[in-house]
């Protein structure tokens, strides 16, 4: 018997593999927005590649500034639409499984938390806007994203930690608001390394 036992192991092993590789199959996530050519939102998801879309990006934000969105060729701002036709492609991508967010920052923006009081109204604006709150100037039409990415790239290291902690709490019961971020390579961030040692992020991007 121990060495049925024993000879069954590498078969384990094996199976335990490859149950491993093919859960995690197709849980990659991808920055879209910033790449006129790079098709639609919905043509995006429906390559079925992705798990998890960033859009990108929300540059301008805090400080005093108006919170202003950019997606490269993708939409015009100034149009009567804007944005909004982007609903029914979130939609499409949700009902296919994949999550969408929001990715806040960038390499090349103004974005800057000058103190808690600020950091307060970017997460109710976040939440009103993209997430389950209402407004009657939501960006993005209707559609309620998955959650928040934060690709913080630079001007201050301050309060990251704080919007987490102030977004996480909207997650009720089957909805859910996902936190995600990505770091730059040295460990630990300088950026937002305070904000991912509250463990309230659900994933980080590598």
Known sequence: MAKRYLT????????????????????IAIYWGQNGNE?????TCATGNYKYVNIAFLPTFGNGQTPTINLAGHCD???VDGFTALSHDIRSCQSRGVKVMLSIGGGAGSYYL??????????????????????????LGDAVLDGIDFDIEGDTNQHWDELARYLKPY??????VYLTAAPQCPFPDAWVGGALN???????WV
């Open 114 to 139: 000058a103190s808690s009081q600020e950091v307060m109204q970017v997460a109710e604006y976040l939440w009103n806007n993209f997430l389950g709150g209402s407004s009657p100037s939501r960006p």
């Open 77 to 79: 701002p100034s149009s």
């Open 171 to 176: 997650s009720k019961g089957r909805r859910k």
């Open 39 to 43: 098709g639609t939102l919905a043509d």
């Open 8 to 27: 069954s192991l590498p078969l384990l092993a094996a199976l335990i593999t490859s149950l491993v590789v093919r859960s995690n199959v197709g849980r």
């Open 198 to 204: 509250t463990g309230l992020f659900d994933y980080v």
